[in-house]
């Protein structure tokens, strides 16, 4: 992997446990990195408000804009009363009552949506607080719509991630199937003759081949993939695994001395993947009639090569 | 990854003592790394060590360890 570090603790938690050092039982999945070098801290850090904003759902950006415009509306009408330099509509001052504030707010509403009519203007140090409003008007209801465009966006991601997967998932159990055909011809084949033909051997290697493609496929189904199909299809998946893999072995174990060598590399590169399968290496927890089909994959890997 | 094989392919790293976990358990500039599975990581581990169980080390271990530099000391139930 390119550590130049890596250094092994050989007694591993037995060893520890022995000695009576203590012992974390807290359920933390996975620690975050602990070391970081500066330069990334940087980065992160200067992006972090910008990308807060982003990361807010949509509900919750709609409402800090709303928010923004009713805080801004009041404060242009504060300033009114507070401080005389209020909003001017035409040549006279925006009064302080009632009238005023849906004025302010009006004002308010103009300015974050950058429309800017000019019927109401600032005057003094509001005039700051308008620019200011503008440009987080600006900022937030860009990323409203981004996050409205983006929403639907990723639904197509998703439509098309689950179609592919549905595939994939009718190819293994149609590959599969196939195999297990095929496996069952062989056995019949060497039942009546003893010893398989030549011709035989060949098809018996591209069988391998392609049920160690289609183990590839469940194996990284286990392991990798973020989407999982439900624990039925699994279990379905799993058995006819398990029944190939049966297939082979009864044919490994009646197959003549010096046989082909790529068949040979074939059941021993089934053998090493089928193995890391098994109910409890599997990253997740799956149902117990999942984790025993697994188990029995692992030891019918144990006997094909 | 098919690489060629050398004479000692699987020897790039050195042993660590259990005493000097001990003593360095809080030392930053040394990340202890668990590869058992959660559940096992759950029942117990070395403090302020990292879960990166076997199966998801291709895929995690530069995400969680950025740093090839990083003094890493890995271990698992045991002896076995």
């Known amino acids: 992997m390119g550590y130049r570090n890596l250094r092994y603790y050989v007694g591993g938690m037995a060893d520890w446990t022995e000695s009576g050092a203590v012992i974390d039982k807290s359920d933390a999945p996975v620690a975050p990195a602990p070391v970081k070098s500066s330069a990334q801290l940087g980065t992160s850090r200067r992006l972090s408000w910008l990308e807060l904003l982003a990361n807010l759902s949509l509900e919750t950006l709609v409402s800090v804009w709303l928010g923004m415009i009713l805080v801004f509306g009041l ?43 000019g019927d109401v203007i600032p005057t003094g140090a509001l005039r700051i607080f308008a620019i200011i409003e503008g440009a987080a008007g600006l900022l937030i209801f860009g990323c409203v719509i981004s996050k409205l465009v983006s929403r639907r966006q990723e639904e197509l991601t998703e439509e098309i991630h689950r179609t592919t997967f549905e595939d994939r998932l009718d190819r293994v159990r149609t590959n599969l199937h196939l195999v297990f055909s095929d496996l069952g011809s062989v056995q019949q084949l060497q039942a009546e003759q003893g ?48 029944i190939c893999l049966q297939g082979l072995v009864e044919i490994n174990g009646a197959l003549p001395n010096g046989r082909a060598p790529a068949l040979d590399a074939g059941l021993r590169s089934v053998s090493s993947l089928a193995n890391e399968i098994c109910g409890e290496c599997v990253p997740r927890v799956y149902a117990p009639e999942l984790k025993e089909s697994m188990d029995q994959i692992r030891e019918l890997a144990r006997k094909v090569a | 990854m098919a690489k060629p094989q050398t004479q000692e392919p699987t020897r790039e790293y050195s042993t660590i003592s259990r005493e000097e976990i001990l003593a360095r358990l809080q030392d930053r500039a040394l990340a202890i790394v668990n590869v058992m599975p959660p559940d096992s990581f759950k029942a117990g581990h070395i403090p302020g060590s990292i879960n990166l169980p076997l199966a998801h080390i291709e895929t995690r271990a530069r995400q969680l360890l950025s740093n090839l530099e990083q003094e890493i000391a890995i271990y698992c139930a045991g002896p076995t």
């Open chain 1, 195 to 242: 010893v398989l033909p030549e011709l035989v051997v060949r098809r018996l290697e591209s069988t391998v081949r392609v049920f160690r493609g289609e183990l590839q496929t469940v194996h990284d189904l286990l392991y990798r993939s973020q989407i999982m199909p439900d624990e039925e299809t699994m279990h379905s998946l799993l058995a006819n695994l398990v």
């Open chain 1, 75 to 117: 404060i242009y009408w504060l300033a009114g009363i507070g401080m005389g330099w209020g909003l001017q509509a035409g040549n006279s001052a925006v009064k302080p009552d009632l009238d005023g504030l849906w004025t302010a707010i009006y004002f308010s509403f103009v300015t974050a949506l950058s429309i800017g009519y």
